[in-house]
């Protein structure tokens, strides 16, 4: 599970670096456009034959480990709240950049987000 929140975390870091939003562009990436490409990742990634959330260990295993072990309920709840609060940063740089506009607290509509 350490491994897998790692590998997602790598994927991520590759998903939402800098870089130009297409090769004649010398524009970055809005935070809506990173955030919108994460998500159709989640439904659908090209490079695979099924999205993201089809092969989420954190959604398939939850419910069992909770209740199985302490060491991979933490490092699973780690996980989540990385994530939460790298979406909610993403939020905020696009709240910066007005690629989004949202009220409220960046972090707390970042759980919501994901709890979708």
């Not at 991520?12 to 990742?41: C, D, G, R």
């Not at 007005?98 to 987000?113: H, K, L, M, P, Y």
């Amino acid at each position: 599970v350490k491994h897998y929140i790692e590998n997602y975390q790598l994927r991520l870091n590759e998903l939402w670096a800098e870089s130009p939003a297409s090769p004649q562009s010398s524009t970055a990436q809005s935070a809506y456009n990173k955030l919108i490409n994460y998500f159709s990742l989640w439904i659908n990634d090209p490079l695979t034959s099924c999205g993201w959330a089809d092969t989420c260990l954190v959604v398939k295993l939850a419910a069992e480990v909770s209740d199985l072990s302490e060491d991979m309920r933490s490092i699973m709840a780690h996980g989540v709240e990385n994530l939460i609060a790298r979406v909610s940063e993403l939020i905020q740089a696009g709240k910066i950049d007005r690629s989004i506009s949202i009220q409220g607290d960046t972090f707390a509509n970042a759980q919501v987000i994901y709890q979708m």
